[in-house]
């Protein structure tokens, strides 16, 4: 494994972007059929709303020196959802090339030098976010996700992230799938507001599991697609685990998933409030470095967030 490629994660701070999607469909009025987010690579108008939609948060890490992970709009171009929106075996991997090529492009125009960027090819599940309906085993899951992550190496990706996990066994199987061709891979569990993975697993237990198995080998571990009030109970000091989770990508909004599933207009939530429970969850992440947002979360959610960050940080200096 090219563990190498992540090396200036070790120990330095890390932004990401927020929530791509949601960003898409409520403040730019983008239709994304399947919340697709690719399907935006096919002509130029869609690639200039990407490009639009992560400079800012580019910016933001150049501005202050930090690193930055570049995650790829290909959250949903897997086969499953791929064939929903019309989009063939080919026409997939192409999209996740060209994905891959317009980061890296963003990153060779933007960045001045004076923080690193990561690209990472993004994995999504294979079936719903919050509820799915067929459950796959991990051998199913690394075959199925073989393919998408087979691309992603062929590509300048320094990594892949597996966002929004249900299940461990998918998990699994991403992780695997990473390892068999050497790219370094991050696993993203979500919970539900106990807590717990959509599946009803313990958080921990999940991390565990998949750290255990001896097939796959975890850069790190996040938690996204949830908001701080449904996983902060379940950080209990002194575990392990804990060690091993390096980044969040909260949600805005305190609704459940299936509340937001109804929703059909956007909660932002509070930036100040989010970014103060970022700061909370340092004394009981010790590696937390990793700082992004996800479904209602924007520019702003980020920047005040690595605000409240840095003050926190100066504080304890």
């Not at 701070?13 to 403040?27: A, C, K, P, S, V």
């Not at 580019?58 to 959802?81: C, H, K, M, Y």
């Not at 697993?201 to 097939?215: H, K, M, N, R, Y």
């Not at 805005?252 to 509340?259: L, Q, T, Y």
Request: include cysteine; aromatic fraction near 8%; proline fraction near 4%.
């Amino acid at each position: 494994m090219h563990r190498d490629h992540l090396l200036p994660l070790d120990g330095n701070l890390f932004l990401t972007d927020g929530g791509l999607e949601t960003f898409l469909i409520f403040h730019r009025g983008i239709d994304l059929p399947e919340f697709a987010a690719f399907d935006l690579l096919k002509d130029e108008e869609g690639r200039r709303e990407l490009r639009g939609y992560y400079l800012p948060f580019l910016q933001l890490a150049d501005d202050n020196g930090v690193g930055f992970i570049l995650e790829s709009p290909t959250w949903r171009a897997n086969s499953r959802w791929g064939a929903a929106v019309g989009y063939d075996g080919a026409a997939l991997a192409r999209a996740n090339r060209e994905a891959i090529a317009l980061l890296a492009d963003l990153r060779e125009s933007k960045v001045r030098g004076a923080s690193t960027v990561l690209i990472s090819g993004c994995i999504g599940p294979h079936d719903d976010g919050y509820s799915p309906g067929e459950v796959l085993d991990a051998n199913e899951a690394q075959e199925y996700h073989a393919v998408q992550i087979g691309t992603f190496a062929e590509t300048s990706a320094d990594m892949v992230s597996a966002v929004t996990m249900t299940y461990v066994e998918e998990a699994l199987g991403v992780a695997r799938a990473a390892a068999g061709v050497g790219m370094p891979a991050v696993i993203s569990f979500t919970v539900e507001t106990d807590g717990r993975l959509p599946s009803g697993q313990p958080l921990g237990e999940a991390i565990e599991q998949v750290d255990s198995d001896t097939e796959s080998e975890v850069a790190y571990f996040m938690i996204n697609c949830a908001h701080p009030t449904h996983f902060e109970s379940v950080l209990e000091a002194g575990e392990p685990w804990l060690e091993r989770v390096q980044g969040v990508r909260a949600n805005a909004s305190r609704m459940s998933h299936a509340e937001l599933d109804e929703a059909t207009e956007l909660d932002d939530g509070d930036p100040d409030d989010l970014a103060a429970r970022y700061v909370a969850l340092r004394g009981r992440l010790p590696k937390l470095n990793v700082l992004g947002g996800c479904c209602g979360t924007d520019h702003r959610h980020v920047t005040q967030i690595y605000a409240a960050f840095k003050r926190a940080n100066l504080d304890d200096q």
